[in-house]
């Protein structure tokens, strides 16, 4: 006999994309919306494809964009020869 109340609510669920793509699934959380899903990112499309729902691209690439230039920085600053 299994015993009761140990498995946290675990239906159904969909999970839709953007793209339009929808999954059917369970998930603890229950359904939800994705901005980018397997069937439409550009790593598995192999297409270029921009997918901008929400900004989050802007955001992100500015946020890399930032990074990428903080690295070059200290990249930069380490190949200086202080002590030649
Ligand atoms: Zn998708």
Do not use: Q, W
Not at 22 to 47: N, R
């Amino acid at each position: 006999m299994m015993k009761k109340d140990t498995h946290p609510l675990y239906p159904e669920a969909t999970i839709e994309c953007a793209c339009g793509s929808v999954v059917h699934t369970y998930s603890t959380k229950g359904s939800f919306k994705v901005d980018i899903c397997g069937a439409c990112h550009p790593f598995y499309t192999g297409k270029v494809k921009v997918v901008n729902a929400t900004g989050r691209v802007e955001k992100f690439n500015k946020k890399y964009a930032a990074a990428k230039e903080a690295a070059a920085k200290e990249a930069a600053a380490k190949e200086t020869p202080e002590n030649a």
